[in-house]
Every structure is written in C-alpha cells, then in structure tokens.
C-alpha cells in the first residue's frame, strides 16, 4: 500500500505561481509513475502531468503545458509540480496519484490540495 498526501495548494492571484508536493509513504513506489490529476466543481477529474519513474519522460495536459513542471525525488519518495501563469480556469483540488502511466491504471490516490486562482 502506498499512501500519498498532497500540500502545496492554496489562494493566489492569476498570473501567480505554486508548489505542489506530494509525500508518499508505505511501501516503496519504486517503479510507479506519478502523476497530477485536477478535478473542478461540476466536472470529470482530469490529467495535469506525470512522470515516470526514472524521472527521463514526462506528459503533460495541453491545457497546463509550458506552464507547469512535473518532477520527482526518489531519494525522499516525493513527487512536486511547479505551477507558473497560473490562470482562473486552473482553480481546482489537485491530486497526487501513483501507477502505470502507459494504461491509464493510477492505483493509489492522494487527499487533494485546493488551488484557488482568482482573476
């Protein structure tokens, strides 16, 4: 069992930049790719970015690409996203996730953190 817990989120203007760190702990998640969902209110849950285990490919949304970076620490099991030019359409609760990128199969799920941008 991994488990993942998310921090990071908060209030902040458009225009504006985050952090987004998720620890995981438990048994190791050595191998996983890691990923960022964001879900909105009234909406799917959606993909921001992920990153395999090597760290060497990442994947990001359309939507969030050139402004936000994925990266990972496997030496203190934490994974982060930097979030830049962050824009009202970015307000959502973002979750950590662990699993297999290539079939879509996220296994283990963070909390969430709530990131709030207003205009």
């Known amino acids: 069992q991994v488990q993942l817990v998310e921090s990071g989120g908060g209030l902040v203007q458009a225009g504006g930049s985050l952090r987004l760190s998720c620890a995981a702990s438990?048994?190791?998640?050595?191998?996983?790719?890691m990923g960022w969902f964001r879900q909105a209110p009234g909406k799917e849950r959606e993909f921001v970015a992920a990153?395999?285990?090597?760290?060497?490919?990442?994947y990001y949304a359309d939507s969030v690409k050139g402004r936000f970076t994925i990266s990972r620490d496997n030496g203190k099991n934490m994974v982060y996203l930097q979030m830049n030019s962050l824009k009202p359409e970015d307000t959502a609760v973002y979750y950590c996730?662990?699993?297999?990128?290539?079939?879509?199969?996220?296994?283990?799920w963070g909390q969430g953190t709530q990131v709030t941008v207003s205009s």
């Open positions: 438990g048994r190791t998640f050595s191998g996983y790719a």
């Open positions: 996730a662990a699993g297999i990128h290539s079939t879509g199969m996220y296994n283990y």
């Open positions: 990153i395999e285990w090597s760290g060497g490919r990442t």
